[in-house]
């Protein structure tokens, strides 16, 4: 997508309604920046949830991983930010294909707005229009319906808002909604459609590593870390920093982000 810049820092909450009619939140993420220059490059920086001061601290926290998507170049370039990150970026070549599958699941939020087609009932409606971050998005409501399954919790009606910027081809705002555990809604914060020209670079002082040839999963693992390389898979496949960082499951995530089959 070119000529359409952003920048703002994604959040996911969930509101969870307790048994006296009170609210609370229950669960509040806002540590993924994601940003976009004028010639299509996306930044994605995740950054890991840390537990508060006094906790045991887990060993992802203070080491985040941050990657550029180049449809331009059909490249990525990764890097870490932290005490363990060694001050490399590495530039990869990638397919035209799985960059776009790429770029399509931090931008349009596939997860979050997909809905299971073989559920017993699902209906669809279109909320308008509304001014989001001063973006005009389209909104469409989807509610499933799911007979009582196997929780014991049911019969269950899902309703998810998905708010799109067919402009921006963005998803600026998804909230859903199921009694069984609140209503979440993921957004953005922080936004702006000027964003800063050094997102898109890797950090002063890093050495920047050039990798030629075809996109292989074998050229990939042979060129990173496997502490770059879990938590770039994870990054693509939208899993937890922790998973990514325990390495038992980096072949599942490498198949999620659409590296290996």
């Not at 060694?86 to 399509?104: C, D, N, S, V, Y």
């Not at 770039?232 to 038992?248: C, H, N, P, R, Y």
Request: hydrophobic fraction near 35%; charged fraction near 20%; glycine fraction near 8%.
């Amino acid at each position: 997508v070119l000529n359409q810049p952003f920048s703002a820092t994604r959040y996911v909450r969930t509101v969870t309604i307790l048994p006296d009619g009170s609210q609370a939140i229950t669960a509040a993420h806002s540590q993924m920046k994601v940003a976009r220059d004028a010639d299509g490059r996306i930044l994605v920086d995740r950054r890991p949830d840390c537990p508060p001061p006094g906790e045991e601290v887990p060993p992802w926290c203070g080491t985040h991983v941050a990657v550029l998507f180049d449809p331009g170049a059909h490249s990525i370039t990764p890097w870490l930010w932290g005490a363990n990150s060694g001050r490399e970026a590495t530039t990869l070549p990638f397919t035209e294909k799985r960059l776009e599958k790429a770029i399509e699941r931090v931008t349009m939020d596939r997860k979050a707005s997909d809905v299971d087609s073989s559920e017993t009932s699902v209906t669809t409606q279109s909320l308008g229009q509304e001014i989001i971050n001063g973006v005009t998005a389209t909104g469409v409501r989807t509610k499933t319906f799911l007979p009582t399954g196997s929780d014991n919790y049911g019969p269950v009606t899902i309703t998810r808002d998905v708010w799109t910027s067919a402009e921006m081809k963005l998803v600026m705002k998804v909230v859903i909604t199921d009694p069984r555990t609140g209503v979440t809604t993921v957004g953005f914060e922080n936004f702006s459609l000027h964003p800063d020209a050094s997102l898109f670079l890797p950090p002063d002082g890093y050495v920047h590593n050039f990798v030629n040839g075809h996109l292989r999963p074998k050229l990939i693992e042979s060129h990173l870390p496997e502490l770059w390389l879990n938590q770039v898979w994870a990054a693509l496949a939208g899993q937890d920093l922790d998973t990514a960082w325990s390495g038992e499951h980096a072949d599942e995530m490498a198949v999620k982000a659409g590296w290996k089959n």
